[in-house]
């Protein structure tokens, strides 16, 4: 199996680590905008199946050369920008492509990737990606779904939790403001609650949630829950629908603050030049949010589903990784890449046999994809779920 990898960042490294781990593995080529800086990493992987190349990903020309390359498979790590002409290319070349970013920008691919006999796999990291893969599993077990609820969180292990935020960055500073600022729509009896996004972490609309080894940890609205309830299909039988951020107690209230001041308008202040307030936050919070090298981050996955026709009351599953401090992978990291990963080797050995633009929720298979997640020491665990309403 000759496998490309697109970009070679935090998400990038871990995915090259875990296919160059796997037997049936031969090739893994990394393309970045910097390729001595990925050859480096390589050189420290000491994995002698992977090399690397340089890649301009705004030229759509050597985008296509590079994937007309014979691999059997592409993994795309690349910014969001490059999600839509990394899929062209890679439909036009014939290769299976997978990524880590929501369809929104490529859902209208669909046709053509089908026609091409090329499988398009999305939203296929930790949230956009396991999440929905645990969702999916949680409707399937019931007659009918009347509360679904799913947690996701990246954040300091307890005890690395020590700044004024409780929080460091594991994934991009600019992606977690981008989620702190975008509106959030959610399914509350029945209806749905739209809520701008400035509003996020308004005490409305959060809520607490206990989850072992952190305690109590505090729940606010992240993106578009209401769609996933048509996605799920299960908009005729839910009454309550939501997806939601896990932070340490006491983020939400700093967050308030900071929005209410104006810290995450994106106009450019007059006399401070092209600058912005969120400019600002990305230059000065972004160094001091770091993780050290011995400070582990933590992810949290969590689905919370009730209904009729199912296990008892309810079903939760969760899975919660940590940082491997022997690789220096965080848990953001493994959680991302090696579900990517995963993915990009089911399309190959055709666990995953569909064509045309797929989604986790309905083309990866439960018991393979989690098998493989439990090989790399990632479990997701199940439980009765304790109450139907909101805590």
Not at 145 to 172: E, K
Request: charged residues 20%.
């Amino acid at each position: 199996m000759r496998v490309l990898v697109l970009g070679y960042g935090l998400q990038g490294r871990a995915v090259v680590h875990d296919l160059a781990a796997a037997p049936h593995v031969t090739t893994v080529t990394c393309a970045d905008v910097d390729p001595p800086r990925v050859a480096t990493g390589l050189a420290e992987l000491g994995s002698t199946k992977t090399d690397a190349k340089g890649l301009d990903a705004a030229d759509p020309a050597a985008l296509a050369a590079l994937l007309a390359g014979g691999y059997d498979v592409a993994v795309d790590t690349l910014p969001r920008q490059f999600v839509r002409p990394v899929v062209q290319a890679a439909i036009d070349a014939g290769v299976p492509v997978v990524n880590t970013n929501y369809d929104d920008d490529i859902r209208d691919l669909a046709d053509q990737a089908e026609a091409a006999g090329v499988a398009v796999l999305p939203e296929m990291g930790l949230d956009p990606g396991i999440d929905l893969i645990m969702a999916a599993e949680a409707v399937r077990r019931f007659a009918s779904v009347t509360h679904l609820r799913s947690y996701g969180s990246g954040i300091p292990a307890p005890g690395d939790d020590d700044n004024a935020l409780r929080y460091r960055i594991s994934w991009t500073w600019e992606g977690v403001l981008d989620s702190y600022s975008r509106e959030a729509r959610v399914v509350r009896d029945g209806e749905v609650v739209e809520i701008p996004g400035d509003r996020v972490f308004d005490e409305e609309h959060k809520h607490t949630v206990e989850v072992a080894p952190f305690g109590l940890l505090e729940a606010a609205p992240n993106g578009d829950a209401a769609k996933y309830a048509d996605r799920f299909g299960i908009a005729g039988s839910a009454v309550e629908v939501g997806r939601y951020t896990l932070r340490w107690p006491g983020h939400a209230a700093t967050w308030r603050l900071l929005t209410a001041l104006g810290f995450l308008e994106t106009t450019p202040l007059p006399n401070l030049g092209s600058v912005s307030p969120r400019d600002f936050l990305v230059e000065h919070l972004g160094p001091r949010l770091q993780y050290a090298a011995d400070q582990r981050d933590a992810v949290i996955l969590r689905v919370e589903a009730h209904g009729t026709g199912g296990p008892g009351d309810g079903l939760t599953l969760e899975l919660v990784d940590f940082r491997d401090l022997t690789t220096g992978l965080f848990a953001m990291n493994r959680t991302v890449g090696f579900a990517a990963s995963i993915a990009a080797q089911m399309i190959v050995s055709g666990d995953i046999s569909g064509q045309g633009v797929l989604s986790p929720i309905h083309d990866v298979p439960w018991q393979p994809f989690v098998s493989e997640l439990g090989r790399r020491g990632i479990t997701i665990a199940e439980s009765p779920a304790a109450t139907a309403e909101i805590p």
